[in-house]
């Protein structure tokens, strides 16, 4: 009997490890494993669990159709699930393995000590990179791992060809039929607690992944270069939280793009860009285990002295922080559980450089409440704008939220949507009302001033040798 387990891949289709362990058609059962322990130590978001529990229940009926029943092991800590899924390959004479590779280090490790398990029991283990392409092939010229994005991403391209695009078939319908299934617990029974939260945002199901995909390679990506950085428009894809379950694969999203062109159109080429940047986050962590045991990508950077500033850190996360771009983006995060890049960015900076708190701070809090919560995307981001990670921005180079607000949400319509204390400031003052109008809005004054905040992180920074 063979034993498929999901990690972040809840699809059917281009689902390489899926489809190897059905080859044999011997019987195959289908194995989630809720792990809330990891979930807490990890920081995953409850809107994250839930999509998670949503797509799980939605795959089931497709996989029994293929006579692949989903079972639920429940654990309480990753490091126990090695000897838990031995303990339930032996309860139903599971004899090969077969799951997709995760780059994290807690993942990494629990696949390479269930490995060792596996070895001494008689097991099969059969792991399958689910990478575009597999990180351990993708070097620079002298052999060693890419630090630097552009060159990889030119690599990537070049690698690119139709045999590496091709994707896995379907899985192959189990001749051996096995009736003995889970129910797919309620969010609610898996939790304990009740969130209310709609989902209706975000697919569910691959196939509404797939159609979403379809429009926006239709309708949007032409203009996807020109509109990304606009936040009051739906310009982008909001396709990460179907990336991030693995409802959609990389390779899906760029045949896409190559379906109806042939992706050199300037918006084409950006958006395919952004995939890369996904994958190249994936393989900064596969390369470089340090990014997932919360060190700098730099290491110079772990000598760094943050400020330790709750009250900062507190209105931060509320939103509350007197500057109306970066509010609005926060209350984005905890009204809808997503943020647009451009704010993800702006937040990131505001933080780290502006406040000078740990990035770690502000990188734990959007995992706690992202939708598309990813570790090696968010890592990377929040590394990049803390100008601690891979080949991140200049740490004199620090956004000012004014300017960017003024840039990308001119007439403060973003801002409006949801600071609606601000609805009734005078246009000419909606990115930085003065003292009168936000005392008069009962909007609150600037937490740190910018001038000398930003002075005061390029010394900072500029002290560490
Ligand atoms: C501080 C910070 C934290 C972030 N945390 C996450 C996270 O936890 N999960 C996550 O998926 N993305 C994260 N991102 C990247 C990016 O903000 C989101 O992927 C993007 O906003 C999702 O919107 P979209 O699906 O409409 O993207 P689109 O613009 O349509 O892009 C298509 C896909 O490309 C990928 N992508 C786009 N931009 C990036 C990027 N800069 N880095 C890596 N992948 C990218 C995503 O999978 C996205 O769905 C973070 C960025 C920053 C600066």
Redesign the pocket.
Request: net charge negative; aromatic share 26%.
């Given at each position: 009997m063979n034993l498929f387990i999901f990690s972040e891949d809840l699809r059917i289709r281009d689902n390489k490890a899926l489809y190897e362990a059905s080859l044999e058609q011997k019987g195959l059962i289908a194995l989630y494993i809720i792990n809330k322990g990891k979930n807490e130590e990890h920081g995953d978001s409850l809107a994250k669990l839930k999509l998670k529990l949503l797509a799980l229940a939605e795959i089931r009926n497709p996989l029994v159709s293929l006579n692949i029943p989903i079972k639920v092991l429940h654990s309480q800590d990753i490091r126990d699930e090695p000897k838990e899924i031995l303990g339930f390959c032996k309860k139903h004479q599971i004899t090969n393995i077969f799951l997709n590779s995760e780059y994290p280090f807690n993942e990494k490790q629990r696949n390479k000590k269930l490995e060792t398990l596996c070895n001494k029991n008689d097991i099969n283990l059969r792991m399958f990179d689910s990478q575009l392409i597999d990180p351990k092939k993708v070097k620079n010229n002298s052999g060693q791992p890419f630090k630097v994005f552009t060159p990889y991403s030119k690599k990537i391209r070049v690698l690119l060809t139709t045999e590496i695009l091709q994707e896995e078939p379907e899985p192959l319908k189990q001749i051996r039929k096995i009736t003995d299934e889970d129910d797919i617990p309620s969010f609610k029974d898996t939790y304990d607690e009740e969130f209310n939260f709609s989902i209706d945002n975000h697919p569910v199901t691959e196939k509404s992944a797939s159609k979403r995909l379809e429009e926006?390679v239709e309708t949007s990506i032409s203009n996807?270069k020109e509109l990304?950085d606009i936040p009051s428009l739906s310009s982008?894809?909001?396709?990460?939280?179907?990336?991030?379950i693995g409802l959609i694969t990389s390779k899906q999203?760029i045949n896409q793009v190559f379906s109806s062109s042939d992706g050199t159109g300037t918006g084409q080429f950006a958006?395919v860009n952004?995939?890369i940047?996904?994958e190249?986050?994936k393989y900064i962590t596969y390369h470089y285990p340090h990014v997932s045991k919360g060190k700098s990508f730099n290491p110079k950077y772990d000598l760094f002295s943050w400020r330790e500033d709750e009250d900062s850190f507190i209105k931060w996360c509320e939103g509350k922080t007197g500057i109306p771009i970066v509010d609005a983006a926060m209350r984005q995060l905890n009204q809808t559980k997503?943020?647009?890049?451009r704010l993800?960015?702006i937040?990131?900076m505001f933080l780290s450089k502006n406040l000078l708190v740990d990035w770690r701070k502000?990188?734990r809090y959007?995992?706690e409440n992202?939708i598309?919560?990813?570790?090696?995307?968010?890592n990377?981001?929040?590394q990049?704008?803390a100008s601690t990670g891979v080949d991140a921005s200049p740490y004199f180079r620090i956004f000012n939220p004014i300017t960017q607000s003024e840039k990308f949400d001119p007439d403060g319509k973003f801002i409006k949507n949801f600071v609606p204390e601000l609805i009734e400031c005078p246009s000419n003052e909606i990115h930085n009302p003065s003292i009168e109008t936000r005392s008069s809005l009962n909007y609150p004054e600037m937490i740190v001033d910018l001038k000398s905040s930003r002075l005061r992180a390029i010394d900072a920074f500029k002290s560490i040798k």
């Open positions: 926006f996807y990304r982008t894809s909001n396709l990460s939280s179907s990336f991030a999203a958006w952004e995939i940047w996904r190249f986050y997503w943020m647009h890049n993800r960015m937040t990131a502000g990188e959007f995992m992202l598309d919560g990813d570790f090696c995307s968010n990377g981001g929040w990049w704008s």
